[in-house]
């Protein structure tokens, strides 16, 4: 399936092998991060961090994670210029993940853009229909 049909598609095709390529494919030891609009409280985005991203956060006080794909740092709008200004870093009760609390600096945090070539505002632009395989955009919700 290509990244179109993923990305744009209205057919749920989720990728429960993930993690399996994570553990396979990645070089690095991570931990879920999810990045989350501290004004909002929507969820923009969610990826990884090893010890170098969230050292490399904390520091710039950019949401920063660790590519699983490419194996290597991701300073989230490094390349965009949608940064993700950190409020905060909050860790979870088992350690194990991590909540980037954060302030939008652009105009989306996702990858993908809409129908009008704007940058989403973030990752989840689609919801389940109540048929439970067809999604819809989010431009079409009320």
């Known amino acids: 399936m290509s990244h179109s049909e993923i990305e744009e598609g209205t057919k749920l ?3 429960f092998g ?15 991060a999810v990045a989350q609009d501290v004004d909002s409280g929507e969820v923009l985005i969610v990826g ?11 520091r710039e006080k ?4 660790w590519s699983t794909s490419r194996n290597e ?7 965009s210029g949608n940064y993700l200004a ?3 870093i909050r860790i979870n009760c088992e350690q194990n993940s991590v909540l980037y609390r954060v302030k939008l600096a652009g105009t ?6 809409s129908a009008t070539g704007a940058p989403r505002l973030g990752c989840y ?4 229909k109540d048929d439970g395989i067809n999604l819809e955009f989010r431009d079409n919700m009320k």
Request: proline letters at 2%; hydrophobic letters at 40%.
């Open 13 to 15: 095709t989720l990728d």
């Open 18 to 32: 993930k993690l399996r390529k994570v553990v396979t494919q990645c070089s690095e030891d991570v931990i879920p």
């Open 48 to 58: 990884y961090v090893n010890k170098l991203a969230l050292e490399t956060a904390i």
């Open 62 to 65: 950019m949401a920063t994670f």
């Open 73 to 79: 740092l991701w300073i989230k709008g490094k390349t």
């Open 86 to 88: 950190i409020q905060e």
């Open 108 to 113: 989306g945090a996702c990858h993908t853009n």
């Open 125 to 128: 632009y689609r919801r389940l």
